[in-house]
């Protein structure tokens, strides 16, 4: 937490949140956090509930607007920037309560996802044929493939909301996945997943960093933190109180005190 | 297989196409044909306001105020400065989709019940300077005279030449819906639609979307009150009111909100209908009123919504059909 250890680690992180604070009304959900994600990484962010974990990953994709401190994407600030710009950068996410197009159908979804990838607008809609034409093929064959990738490429043609919820998920992340992010943000990703559903998932979260995509996640599965994370960093009341590989982190008497109340091994 | 699917219904349309534009070779009663010259220029509104409220969930009630400044563009060019009726529709529909980005601009930043309140505010606005900016619209007088588009010596005078007019307007307004529903832009629409903030997480400019639709909007419903002061000649601002706007709004649920076809089939459908209903005299908007509750209760996906349920039932009856 020393100035010198935060000079250190920014040279290396793809994501450097430093000093960040998000307050609402009275009280601080995100208390001046440093935390720095390496490039290549899956870096899970874990802490009891209510210790600013969602909260800290709205901000870095704005949704909240943070009261303090900085957010630095490869070298440039995001904070101040607005949601779709953040997006644009190269930063995805899906969401804890899961948010689909749940009238539109599993790969339309995907295909918006390709939205900053792509470029047709409005004139270009009025004139088919040409490069519109091309452009849309090349978004529905690419949302195929993450379809495929993603095991849901069967369920392609069906509305969004009418699949299993372990399923619904997958379809963030391939809706994620379309823009071809360099850092992907995932809100308790095996929330209300059986084992077997959890076992697929961190297959795929293991192909996705093999893609060469960064991930940062939320998760209380701790037998998936600790079998997936490169790094982890513990939240508690909005502030960092440990950062490291998971293997320091099990044993770090501060997280085992404040956290796990000294139950990990049992986890 | 699907090529098969997609040629048939290219063919459908050519078909539905040929049969309107046969309609009035047999349809001779000029009330009639006036009635679907309106018909189809309300349609055009509907589609509008099917891209804002269908396609991108964005509600306005502030649709016939955009029809009245279309009219009173065409009407105030043509009549003032002696333009042709051509050129004061493509002006009137600029003008219209110039203040939709001036209204969207402001009033998008709002959502739900505020936004839907600041439309109402801007039409109530706009039909109060209709009838007050006297040296301009000529106040509740109206303004008259306005002259019917012409192509050399072939005035488009009569309701049966109008109609050819209307048919090619409703089809490319239909054309140009369809594209968008069908791209990028229109999915960025439905996104926002859909779920706003997984919208913007997704790199989609909600606000900028929401503004294209409500200026598409505003230039349909503007292109539509051009043809409507060229076709009646006589515009005046009582056309123009809240009530209309919900009419609009009406006509667009009880057609299918995210469907072109339902637009226009919800337009023409409750235009005809009290027409329908006239013999019920005093009583018909009664009876109009239940029958669109009954609609909106029975068929919450619209008319198309009811024709899709009902195709797919009669296909599940014959499966060897499919």
């Known amino acids: 937490m020393s100035s010198a250890d935060d000079v250190a680690a920014a040279a290396s992180g793809l994501l450097e949140v430093r000093g960040l604070v998000k307050r609402f009304g009275g009280v601080t959900a995100v208390n001046a956090l440093n935390m720095t994600v390496r490039a290549g990484d899956v870096h899970a962010l874990i802490g009891p509930n209510g210790s600013g974990k969602t909260t800290t990953l709205n901000v870095i994709s704005a949704l909240y607007r943070a009261d303090g401190g900085s957010i630095r994407f490869d070298g440039g600030e995001l904070a101040g920037l607005p949601a779709h710009a953040i997006a644009r950068l190269g930063v995805a996410r899906t969401f804890q309560n899961i948010r689909l197009f749940g009238d539109l159908s599993v790969v339309e979804n995907v295909m918006i996802g390709r939205h900053v990838r792509t470029r047709v607008g409005f004139i270009g809609a009025l004139l088919p044929g040409g490069a519109t034409a091309r452009e849309e093929r090349e978004t529905r064959e690419k949302a195929h493939e993450l379809l495929r990738f993603v095991g849901l490429e069967p369920v392609a043609g069906l509305p969004a909301r009418s699949l299993p919820y372990g399923d619904q998920r997958r379809v963030e992340i391939a809706r994620a996945l379309a823009s071809e992010p360099r850092l992907l943000l995932l809100d308790e990703p095996a929330a209300g997943m059986n084992p077997a559903e959890t076992d697929t998932l961190v297959a795929l979260l293991r192909s996705i960093r093999e893609r060469g995509t960064t991930l940062l996640l939320i998760e209380h599965d701790m037998n998936l933190v600790m079998s997936v994370s490169d790094r982890i ?9 440990a950062e490291g590989p998971p293997a320091e982190i099990a044993r770090n008497p501060d997280v085992i005190t404040a956290y796990l109340g000294g139950t990990l091994d049992a986890a | 297989m699907t090529l098969r699917h997609a040629e048939r219904k290219w063919a459908a349309l050519a078909g539905l196409v040929f049969v309107l534009a046969l309609l009035p ?7 009639l044909l006036s009635l679907f010259d309106t018909a189809g220029i309300y349609a055009i509104v509907v589609m509008g306001l099917g891209i804002l409220l269908g396609f991108a969930g964005q509600l306005s009630l502030a649709q016939a105020a955009f029809l009245g400044i279309g009219a009173y563009t065409s009407g105030w060019l043509t009549t003032h400065l002696g333009w042709s009726a051509w050129p004061s529709m493509g002006a009137a529909m600029a003008l219209s989709a110039m203040v939709g980005l001036a209204v969207g601009y402001p009033c998008l ?25 006297k040296s301009v619209t000529n106040g509740s007088d ?33 054309y140009v819906a369809w594209r968008i529903k ?15 903030i997984a919208a913007r997480a997704t790199g989609i400019d909600a606000t900028r979307y929401k503004i294209i639709a409500f200026v598409l909007a505003g230039a349909y419903a503007g292109l539509a009150g051009s043809l409507l002061a060229h076709m009646t000649k006589f515009i005046s601002p009582d056309s123009y009111s809240f009530d209309q706007s919900v009419v ?27 027409e329908v209903l006239r013999p019920l005299k005093t009583s018909y908007i009664m009876v109009y ?12 996906r619209g008319l198309v919504g009811l024709l899709e349920t009902l195709r797919s039932r009669f296909v599940r009856r014959r499966p060897d059909a499919a």
């Open chain 2, 25 to 31: 070779a047999f349809v001779h009663s000029d009330y």
């Open chain 2, 142 to 174: 109206g303004m008259g005279n306005i002259p019917a588009p012409q192509i050399g010596s072939f005035v488009f005078d009569s309701y049966a030449r109008y109609y050819y007019i209307v048919l090619v307007a409703v089809l490319a307004c239909a």
């Open chain 2, 289 to 300: 009123g239940a029958a669109v509750v009954a609609m909106i209760v029975f068929m919450p």
């Open chain 2, 248 to 274: 609009f709004l009406v006509m667009l649920i009880v057609g299918g909100s995210a469907s072109i076809s339902g637009a226009i089939l919800g337009a023409v459908l409750l235009w005809f209908l009290p």
């Open chain 1, 233 to 241: 960093t513990v939240l508690n009341f909005g502030q960092h109180i």
């Open chain 2, 109 to 133: 930043r709002l959502s739900g019940h505020y936004l839907a309140l600041a439309t109402i505010g801007f039409g109530i606005i706009t039909q109060l300077v209709l009838i007050n900016w």
């Open chain 2, 182 to 196: 069908t791209t990028r832009v229109g999915r960025a629409l439905e996104a926002i639609r859909e779920n706003e």
